[in-house]
T-cell receptor, first 112, second 116 residues
Framework: QKEVEQNSGPLSVPEGAIASLNCTYS??????FFWYRQYSGKSPELIMS????GDKEDGRFTAQLNKASQYVSLLIRDSQPSDSATYLC????????????FGRGTSLIVHP | ETGVTQSPTHLIKTRGQQVTLRCSSQ?????VSWYQQALGQGPQFIFQ???????GRGNFPPRFSGLQFPNYSSELNVNALELDDSALYLC???????????????FGSGTRLTVV
């Protein structure tokens, strides 16, 4: 089992819809969770971080964390074509580790 | 406030050669991490430097080595290049290297290395 798993996609949604991206992780002691956006040919950009169970909202983005089920998700409301990118989930373990492990990313395509 | 800068942006090397990639961390960030990202894959952790010391290492052979300088800039050196080393090399900085840090990374634009 991989440490951080994401469906590679592509996930295709129409403009204006809600895009839902999911990530599961294997280490139950993981403490910090991050979502990065990576446009084709570019480097990753941090868009959300979450540490506690529940939802965290920032503009059109909502991160959801469920530690009991070991998953973290990212919702993008009112999706725009400019949101088309690969979304990387990164997880920092607990127990003194401070180096995040990345998933392979989910490709999102928002079509007009 | 300057971001993370990497050089060069692109590089073509021959198998067996050596390469040095450079990274300047974001102002106020004292921790630098290096990642390798193959096409279609997520970034793979190579190593991290904090206060000029290697602070963690991923599953990469010893021919991958690095340095951090007093100004927190960093170098990644790869010896005896192999074809599979062709990838995007990402440098990322963060403000703290201590345990329990909840800070995310700021990434540089990356160096695209092609080994032929």
């Amino acid at each position: 089992q991989k440490e951080v798993e994401q469906n590679s996609g592509p996930l295709s949604v129409p403009e204006g819809a809600i895009a839902s991206l999911n990530c599961t992780y294997s280490d139950r002691g993981s403490q910090s969770f991050f979502w990065y956006r990576q446009y084709s040919g570019k480097s990753p950009e941090l868009i959300m971080s979450i540490y506690s169970n529940g939802d965290k909202e920032d503009g059109r983005f909502t991160a959801q964390l469920n530690k009991a089920s070991q998953y973290v998700s990212l919702l993008i409301r009112d999706s725009q074509p400019s949101d088309s990118a690969t979304y990387l989930c990164a997880v920092k373990k607990g127990g003194g580790s401070y180096i995040p492990t990345f998933g392979r990313g989910t490709s999102l395509i928002v079509h007009p | 406030e300057t971001g993370v800068t990497q050089s060069p942006t692109h590089l073509i090397k021959t198998r067996g050669q050596q390469v040095t990639l450079r990274c300047s961390s974001q102002s106020g960030h004292n921790t630098v991490s290096w990642y390798q990202q193959a096409l279609g894959q997520g970034p793979q952790f190579i190593f991290q430097y904090y206060r000029e010391e290697e602070n963690g290492r991923g599953n990469f052979p010893p021919r991958f080595s690095g340095l951090q300088f007093p100004n927190y800039s960093s170098e990644l050196n790869v010896n005896a290049l192999e074809l599979d080393d062709s990838a995007l090399y990402l440098c990322a900085s963060s403000p703290l290297g201590t345990q329990g840090s909840n800070y995310g990374y700021t990434f540089g634009s990356g160096t695209r290395l092609t080994v032929v």
